[in-house]
C-alpha cells in the first residue's frame, strides 16, 4: 500500500519566462489539495491578495534558479515579499499550468 508520505512529497519543475529571461521552479505539486485550493480561493476574497499569493507560494516552492549577488535567493516568505508581484504571479500561473491534465499522456475524462 502507498505510505500518504509519499503521495504528498512529489516535486516538479516547471520553467516559465518573466521579462524576456527563462525562470526554472521545483514545486511541491502534490501539495496542491482539495483543502489548499480551499484556502487559497477563501483567501482571495481578502483584502491583502499578495499574502496570500506568498502564502501560497511560500508553501509549494521547493526550489528556484533565483540568485542574489551571484549567491541562492532561497525562496522563503520574506524573500517571496520583496519580489514584483507580477512575478509572483507568473510563477503561481505556471505552476498551476504545469497542474493541468495532458490527455495525450494521462487520458482523458471521457470514454471510449
Known sequence: MPEVKRLTQKLKTVTFEYEG???TVTYNRAAITPEWERLY?????????????????????HSWDLTENGKPFKPTPENLQRLPLDFLAAMLT???EGEAPNPQSEGSFTSG
Open 21 to 23: 529571461e527563462p525562470v
Open 41 to 61: 480561493l477563501e483567501g482571495m476574497k481578502a483584502e491583502w491578495k499578495s499574502k496570500v499569493i506568498i502564502d501560497t507560494l511560500a508553501s509549494l516552492v
Open 94 to 96: 505556471a505552476m498551476f
